[in-house]
């Protein structure tokens, strides 16, 4: 039985990649829609930055009960749960008469990928061995950055000419979803029985008081905040912005998506030089510094300049987000690590869905997208202060846990 597990976790990888895909490319299919319709259900910015709240809200409100969910029923079955939602109430989008239909539909779509998406990285630990945790991980996540890039590109090139109309985009995208929601269920395995055994996790309120008594874990928390904050508001209205400055939607679809596809090789290629180095702090302070340097640029030029930016701030995001998620087991140790992690992941959460918000709302009040623009740059330079403020893991993981 191990045996067939061992040969079966590619696999399991494959699929799970599948679904990080849809995941992506449900939530982000509303960004390359939004003009055509503010025109149509007579939104505001402010509106249209509330709807792109509203997915990371429902991640706020359920990501623990998800997991709690899985703990009971299985990850397998918790995630199909989590998937039918999306899909349906994905599709329903194209239904939406107004503001208050499209909100409720975005949200419960919502719901379905905050019961999903906590419980799939959980296929890391289960199915691979610790010496393949890295590359199994980064493989999956993939799955989340291609689908957060391809509406970018596809929904103003491909599917809005083909389908004639954003309601059959939303229509199409929901049915995607539920078929590779299918083909989760259809073969994806529960969490091998001898490997369960050895799983072993310390009770929720013992790890939720020491990580709350934690004083790195709370600077960790903030970074991811103020990580997630300013990566989503970008990529919230970046095309609409674009687009409003005289670039024909396809290519401000295309610089847009940039961001999400230079992710993945900086996700990769800056880890591997963080553990050669043996740091993790310089990275996260220099990495930010940079990133909000190049956001502004980004968001102030047209020419050249932009679609240079855009790679770089992509290279850089996509970076630092693994050696911030790698932290957590180095500041509590393993025994805690999965209460840690959703506790900065749920300030991660925060902050991309406060920014979209104040983003939406700068713009529909000073109708400029400078203030929103200035916001996301303050947003990511302040990880430069709590990148100062953390203390380094990599090689002294064990004087952090006095907190």
């Not at 960004?31 to 930055?49: K, N």
């Not at 397998?76 to 349906?88: A, E, K, S």
């Not at 679809?253 to 290629?269: A, D």
């Not at 925060?350 to 740059?377: D, E, Q, R």
Request: charged fraction near 10%; include cysteine.
């Amino acid at each position: 039985m191990r045996g067939h597990f061992s040969r079966y976790r590619w696999a399991m990888a494959a699929i799970t990649w599948l679904m990080m895909f849809s995941l992506g490319v449900s939530w982000f299919c509303f960004a390359p829609l939004e003009l055509t319709l503010m025109d149509e259900l007579s939104m505001d910015f402010g509106q249209v930055g509330l709807i792109i709240s509203l997915v990371p809200l429902s991640l706020v409100l359920l990501c623990i009960p998800g997991g709690l969910l899985a703990d009971r029923f299985g990850v397998r079955r918790t995630v199909f749960l989590g998937g039918v939602f999306l899909g349906l109430f994905g599709l329903l989008r194209g239904f939406a008469i107004d503001f208050t239909t499209l909100a409720l539909t975005t949200f419960l779509c919502g719901v379905g990928y905050s019961i999903a998406y906590p419980n799939l990285p959980k296929i890391t630990g289960v199915w691979f061995p610790p010496s393949e945790y890295a590359i199994a991980s980064g493989a999956i996540f993939t799955g989340m950055e291609v689908g957060m890039a391809l509406p970018f590109i596809i929904i103003p090139s491909v599917l809005l000419p083909w389908t004639g109309s954003w309601r059959s985009v939303f229509i199409f995208i929901g049915l995607l979803s539920l078929i590779l929601n299918f083909i989760w269920i259809f073969l994806a395995r529960e969490k091998p029985k001898e490997v369960v055994k050895n799983l072993e996790s310390a009770p929720f309120k013992e790890s939720l008081f020491i990580v709350l008594k934690n004083r790195q874990m709370w600077i960790l928390m903030l970074t991811t905040f103020f990580l997630l904050a300013p990566q989503v508001g970008l990529l919230g209205f970046l095309q609409s912005m674009l687009t409003l400055k005289g670039l024909e939607p396809t290519t401000a679809g295309i610089i847009t998506s940039l961001i999400s596809w230079f992710m993945i090789p900086g996700s990769f290629i800056i880890p591997i030089i963080s553990d050669k180095i043996g740091l993790k702090k310089p990275f996260i302070w220099a990495l930010s510094l940079m990133a909000g340097l190049t956001l502004y640029i980004v968001g102030t030029t047209t020419d050249i300049a932009l679609w240079a930016s855009v790679i770089v701030y992509g290279f850089l995001i996509g970076g630092m987000a693994p050696i911030v998620l790698a932290m957590p087991v180095e500041i509590v140790g393993p025994r805690y690590s999965a209460t840690a992690g959703g506790f900065m992941l749920t300030g991660g959460y925060l902050g991309a869905m406060v920014a979209p918000w104040l983003a939406g709302h700068l713009k529909a009040v000073t109708n400029s997208f400078y203030p929103a623009l200035i916001l996301c740059v303050a947003l990511t330079e302040v990880d430069v202060i709590l990148g100062i403020m953390l203390k380094e893991t990599t090689t002294k993981t064990s004087n952090l846990k006095e907190g």
